[in-house]
């Protein structure tokens, strides 16, 4: 007991010394612990959310009657649209009204006979848009069990009196079970969801947290060599290391708890991807959050042994001897991005295949050359600014980084890369989200097409308060016994007087059949590639297995007003407009971006945990106290010729991601250049020259050996 006390106070000491890189070590490797506890418990928090949200869309979903099992409702599922976004609206009819198994989950009482009842978030909608309110009149609101979110849309429909089902309606046992699900299912599955979060979340954590432990390595190496050297056993110093970590890493962790507990149940979405979820469900369980606590916690104790055991190994390594005159720098460290910029340029003179490949092939050489190459660019930066300088602290700064400028610019080779590739991948994410633009509307009419439960329809009824609109059957040609090789023909129920009405020009020949632009016109209205065959209106019937068209005038309010009809109608209809048919960016596209945010701040994170440990033991300080030059002359030159060598790295990163974005987006016009995302790298990186500064500054104040003995 007494050792075990012994070792926690001196390891107290250790975590809580005067001295300025302990003081740092406790700093950053606390803000270490407190961001990568926030990062966790967020992803514990999306993962608690998805995970009871797959959980209600398993609830809800239809368990067909099969094998003689009593029914206990009809379901008929369809769909409705609001803007560019399909909801789905299910048609119900129970067998009997008092038995709950008929009644989805959320339904605590059926509506009237052809009533609705509605989600919240439609509920919300409709309130604020009176177009949609009046396709839901009267509906009730479901409760938050039967939604996957408080802003998803879903309706229910009571089947009215003398209402009719389409030919897909089936019986159903209930809800709960497998079986069709009401609305699409996640598209993140399990094996997906666990790969990214290894690659966007674990990976940038474990870097984090071992850039947090290895803050002030030397100083605490030093300190354990001495240890040793007394005699101390190698299992007492393990326990002394991870005690003197988590000193310092536990009230990071319960201070990243302290940040995130409070502010996720107010959270209505998920930060940066802003997809909604249920209320309160960002904030995971208790045993989660212990457990992820514990976890870190085990990571950090984990991490700070191996660092010392890795040190250990070179503690009787043999620092070299300084030489007189300048390090060699081999001219064949700028090769790689030189081919990297030839290749960009070939890239150029080419087309198709060829071209992306070249591009491609230049933008990995540039990527990977820049790194090798910054000494060299870093001296000619430094012997220009001790050339030029006015003053004896330019001459210092130019000199030293000149003199060495691979110490200065190794801890940036990781920064260079990134302004080089985050440039080029934004603009490849660009190409990936670019969607083709909808063909042109037709400048008088427009049209929608019905599928359902055809047979029952109401024209009349359907198309009152839409003067000038048409409802026009459609029905595939019949190829024949022998059938037919050529393009599909499609049979449309409409008469060349009303066709020329609707186009406001003549859309038929002489003999009776359609010209070229009105054929052209009419399938770019229907939505078809299909051949079209005008028949007399009365040669077809609407079936359910058909289509059904409806054809007015354009204007505002006819989509709105035809939908508001079908959903009024007791036949179940679906509508299909233009707006359907609009290619949509999928909801991964929106988690992949949310993924590689939480990336690239755990990466800026790491990149300036590095640059502050590496500026603040930066060497040559000792020396030139030597010879005289106080605590803030020494600082001056230190953080001058930081901010020189940075300047050559950052300078160099920007123009060659620069020089590779414009490589790239020449292969596509589709490919916009990346502006917003290097102005905003530009920004990154000042922000990390600040925490070089800061770690210069950090580490220059006054020394323990300078009056004061170490604690």
């Given at each position: 007991m007494k050792a075990h006390r012994t070792t926690l106070r001196l390891a107290a000491r250790l975590a809580w010394g005067p001295h300025p890189r302990q003081r740092l070590r406790a700093l950053l490797l606390g803000a270490a612990a407190a961001a990568c506890a926030v990062t966790v418990l967020f992803a514990a928090g999306v993962l608690h959310a998805l995970s009871g949200e797959a959980d209600r869309l398993r609830q809800r979903s239809v368990v067909p009657a099969r094998g003689g099992e009593e029914p206990v409702v009809r379901v008929d599922l369809r769909a409705d649209t609001w803007g560019l976004e399909q909801y789905?609206?299910?048609?119900?009819?129970?067998?009997?009204?008092?038995?709950?198994?008929?009644?989805?989950?959320?339904?605590?009482?059926?509506?009237?006979?052809?009533?609705?009842?509605?989600?919240?978030?439609?509920?919300?909608?409709?309130?604020?848009?009176?177009?949609?309110?009046?396709?839901?009149?009267?509906?009730?609101?479901?409760?938050?069990?039967?939604?996957?979110h408080p802003g998803e849309l879903l309706a229910y429909r009571h089947m009215p009196e003398g209402g009719a089902m389409g030919a897909a309606a089936f019986d159903a046992a209930g809800f709960g079970g497998p079986g069709p699900s009401i609305g699409e299912r996640t598209e993140v599955d399990g094996p997906a969801l666990a790969l990214a979060l290894t690659g966007f979340v674990g990976l940038p954590v474990v870097l984090l947290a071992a850039a947090?432990?290895?803050?002030?390595?030397?100083?605490?190496?030093?300190?354990?060599?001495?240890?040793?050297?007394?005699?101390?056993?190698?299992?007492?110093?393990?326990?002394?290391?991870?005690?003197?970590?988590?000193?310092?890493?536990?009230?990071?962790?319960?201070?990243?708890?302290?940040?995130?507990?409070?502010?996720?149940?107010?959270?209505?979405?998920?930060?940066?991807?802003?997809?909604?979820?249920?209320?309160?469900?960002?904030?995971?369980?208790?045993?989660?959050?212990?457990?992820?606590?514990?976890?870190?916690?085990?990571?950090?104790?984990?991490?700070?042994?191996?660092?010392?055991?890795?040190?250990?190994?070179?503690?009787?390594?043999?620092?070299?001897?300084?030489?007189?005159?300048?390090?060699?720098?081999?001219?064949?460290?700028?090769?790689?991005?030189?081919?990297?910029?030839?290749?960009?340029?070939?890239?150029?003179?080419?087309?198709?295949?060829?071209?992306?490949?070249?591009?491609?092939?230049?933008?990995?050489?540039?990527?990977?050359?820049?790194?090798?190459?910054?000494?060299?660019?870093?001296?000619?930066?430094?012997?220009?600014?001790?050339?030029?300088?006015?003053?004896?602290?330019?001459?210092?700064?130019?000199?030293?980084?000149?003199?060495?400028?691979?110490?200065?610019?190794?801890?940036?080779?990781?920064?260079?890369?990134?302004?080089?590739?985050?440039?080029?991948?934004?603009?490849?994410?660009?190409?990936?989200?670019?969607?083709?633009?909808?063909?042109?509307?037709d400048p008088t009419a427009e049209a929608v097409v019905l599928r359902g439960a055809l047979d029952r329809v109401d024209t009349g009824v359907l198309l009152r308060g839409l003067p000038g609109a048409v409802a026009v059957p459609l029905a595939p040609q019949d190829s024949g016994p022998s059938g037919s090789s050529g393009p599909p023909v499609l049979r449309v129920g409409l008469g060349c007087a009303d066709a020329a009405r609707l186009l406001g020009t003549a859309a038929c020949g002489a003999s009776g059949?359609?010209?070229?632009?009105?054929?052209?016109?009419?399938?770019?209205?229907?939505?078809?590639?299909?051949?079209?065959?005008?028949?007399?209106?009365?040669?077809?019937?609407?079936?359910?297995?058909?289509?059904?068209?409806?054809?007015?005038?354009?204007?505002?309010?006819?989509?709105?007003?035809?939908?508001?009809?079908?959903?009024?109608?007791?036949?179940?209809?679906?509508?299909?407009?233009?707006?359907?048919?609009?290619?949509?960016?999928?909801?991964?596209?929106?988690?992949?971006?949310?993924?590689?945010?939480?990336?690239?701040?755990?990466?800026?994170?790491?990149?300036?945990?590095?640059?502050?440990?590496?500026?603040?033991?930066?060497?040559?300080?000792?020396?030139l106290g030597a010879l005289g030059l106080t605590r803030g002359r020494v600082r001056a030159i230190g953080t001058e010729e930081f901010l020189l060598g940075y300047a050559a790295v950052v300078g160099t990163g920007l123009a060659c991601g620069a020089v590779a974005s414009a490589a790239w987006s020449a292969m596509d016009p589709a490919i916009g250049y990346p502006t917003g995302v290097l102005a905003g790298a530009a920004v990154l990186a000042a922000l990390l020259a600040g925490a070089g500064v800061l770690g210069i500054r950090l580490a220059s104040g006054r020394r323990p050996e300078e009056g004061r003995a170490p604690g």
């Open positions: 789905p609206v299910v048609w119900l009819d129970p067998v009997d009204e008092g038995d709950p198994a008929a009644m989805p989950p959320g339904m605590s009482a059926w509506p009237e006979r052809g009533g609705w009842a509605v989600s919240p978030g439609l509920a919300a909608l409709a309130r604020a848009h009176p177009g949609l309110a009046a396709r839901f009149p009267g509906a009730e609101v479901l409760g938050a069990a039967g939604v996957l947090g432990t290895a803050v002030s390595a030397p100083l605490r190496a030093r300190r354990l060599a001495l240890l040793r050297a007394l005699g101390t056993p190698a299992r007492r110093l393990r326990a002394l290391v991870a005690a003197e970590a988590a000193l310092v890493f536990l009230p990071g962790l319960a201070l990243g708890v302290l940040l995130w507990e409070p502010v996720a149940p107010l959270l209505g979405e998920v930060p940066v991807v802003g997809r909604p979820v249920a209320d309160g469900a960002l904030g995971p369980p208790p045993w989660a959050t212990a457990a992820v606590v514990a976890g870190l916690a085990c990571l950090f104790a984990a991490l700070a042994v191996l660092m010392e055991r890795r040190g250990r190994g070179s503690r009787h390594r043999v620092a070299p001897r300084p030489r007189a005159g300048r390090p060699r720098l081999p001219v064949l460290r700028t090769a790689p991005a030189a081919a990297g910029l030839v290749l960009l340029a070939l890239a150029q003179l080419r087309d198709g295949q060829a071209a992306s490949t070249t591009t491609l092939a230049g933008v990995v050489l540039l990527a990977v050359g820049v790194p090798p190459a910054l000494p060299a660019v870093a001296r000619t930066v430094g012997g220009r600014m001790a050339d030029r300088a006015s003053g004896p602290r330019g001459v210092l700064a130019g000199r030293r980084l000149q003199y060495d400028p691979r110490s200065a610019v190794r801890p940036l080779y990781g920064v260079a890369a990134l302004l080089v590739l985050a440039p080029v991948v934004a603009a490849w994410m660009g190409a990936v989200r670019h969607l083709d633009a909808p063909p042109p509307r059949s359609l010209t070229a632009e009105g054929s052209r016109r009419l399938a770019v209205l229907l939505g078809t590639p299909a051949q079209l065959h005008l028949v007399p209106p009365g040669t077809l019937r609407p079936t359910p297995e058909g289509e059904l068209a409806v054809i007015a005038p354009r204007e505002p309010r006819f989509e709105n007003a035809i939908r508001a009809a079908a959903l009024a109608h007791p036949a179940a209809l679906n509508v299909v407009s233009a707006a359907d048919l609009v290619l949509q960016e999928s909801e991964l596209v929106s988690w992949i971006l949310g993924g590689v945010a939480v990336l690239g701040s755990l990466t800026f994170l790491v990149l300036a945990l590095g640059t502050i440990d590496r500026t603040a033991g930066h060497g040559g300080d000792r020396l």
